[in-house]
């Protein structure tokens, strides 16, 4: 999902615990997994930002990774580079 606010992300990581909470598999909300992707763009805040909603969101299990050539050509054809758009999260 590229996203365009921290509290786009919260809402999304809610959501998503939300749903494992009323499927449980063998890990339940403990299993979510979160692949941080930044855009070229991003601040080292923007970053240190999604790391802090990790944290408030009891997310264990994260990784921040580079996106691939691919995402970016996406997120670029997008046309989703505008100052708040910096940033790419899957949530497994």
Same mark, same amino acid.
């Given at each position: 999902y590229p996203l365009n606010s921290i509290m786009e992300l919260r809402h999304k990581i809610q959501d998503k615990q939300l749903w494992l909470d009323k499927h449980p598999g063998k890990e339940g909300r403990e299993g979510l997994m979160v692949l941080v992707k930044s855009s070229p763009q991003a601040s080292y805040k923007q970053v240190v930002d999604v790391l802090d909603e990790m944290t408030i969101n009891q997310v264990k299990k994260y990784a921040v990774?580079?996106?691939? @050539?691919?995402? @970016?050509? +996406?997120?670029?054809? @997008? =046309?989703?580079?505008?100052?708040? =758009? +910096?940033?790419?999260?899957? @949530?497994?």
């Open positions: 990774i580079k996106p691939e @050539l691919t995402e @970016l050509e +996406w997120i670029s054809a @997008l =046309n989703v580079y505008s100052p708040g =758009n +910096w940033l790419s999260v899957a @949530l497994h």
